[in-house]
């Protein structure tokens, strides 16, 4: 009866031995790097602004808003199916912000410093007086800080398959 006992003994604790998870490899040449940053712009000065993406009319609406603080390497890029005049305006945003209206050439056509946030039901619109087909939105002082002027080629990285919609 005992060699009984300790088959079972032994058939049941076999699942256990069988699902025993293994610590991770640490053989750091096969493990595979992280993806190479998200979707940024580089500035004529070749600094790095990450930018997340408005695509859609969604997006474009909701844009900065409700933001209490924006980093200084961080921004959001508007997509426009077509190149035309888009005011912007500043209504629920909370923080001061740099807005860069961007030509199909991605060349600067338009840019106003500084926009205040706006507290009130009926904001004001900002115009470009320019065609753009992008807008950069930056924290209020760093297109000064970076001397972006009318004209200035940015370059956008890693937004290849984003389509306006």
Request: hydrophobic share 45%; glycine share 6%.
């Amino acid at each position: 009866m005992k060699p009984l006992l300790v088959l079972l003994l032994m058939i049941s604790l076999l699942p256990n031995a069988c699902t025993k998870t293994m610590p991770p490899a640490t053989n750091t040449a096969t493990t595979p790097k992280p993806a190479a940053n998200g979707p940024r712009v580089i500035l004529p000065d070749g600094f790095t602004v990450n930018i997340e993406i408005a695509d859609d009319d969604e997006l474009r609406a909701q844009g900065l808003m409700y933001r209490d603080h924006l980093a200084a390497d961080a921004g959001m890029l508007f997509f426009f199916a077509t190149a035309d005049e888009y005011p912007f305006w500043m209504k629920n945003t909370r923080i001061p912000l740099d807005i860069i209206w961007i030509d199909a050439n991605r060349k600067i056509a338009h840019v106003k410093h500084q926009v205040p946030p706006c507290h009130v039901p009926d904001c004001p619109s900002y115009p470009p007086n320019a065609i753009a087909k992008y807008v950069l939105e930056l924290a209020g002082g760093e297109a000064a800080r970076h001397g972006l002027k009318e004209g200035d080629l940015l370059r956008f990285e890693g937004t290849e398959n984003v389509v306006a919609r």
